[in-house]
């Protein structure tokens, strides 16, 4: 499980499977843009990915298992 920071709003998100992933319930697919651009990253590391919606940006402020 990761937590980002996006701006000022943090949220959560638990990286699963594709056949597990809910986006709406803050689970994503290791396969989505976002899951992609969050794993591998360390705690105080920026990640950004590019989504149909734009460029976001994530901040991990912590990552547990």
Not at 12 to 37: C, F, H, L, Q, R
Not at 47 to 65: C, M, N, Q, R, V
């Amino acid at each position: 499980e990761e937590r980002k920071e996006k701006e000022e709003n943090e949220v959560t998100y638990t990286i699963v499977g594709k056949a597990e992933a809910d986006p709406m319930n803050g689970t994503i697919s290791n396969d989505s843009p976002v899951g992609k651009a969050l794993i591998g990253k360390k705690v105080g590391q920026t990640a950004t990915a590019d989504t149909p919606a734009g460029e976001l940006k994530f901040k991990i402020l912590e990552i547990s298992k």
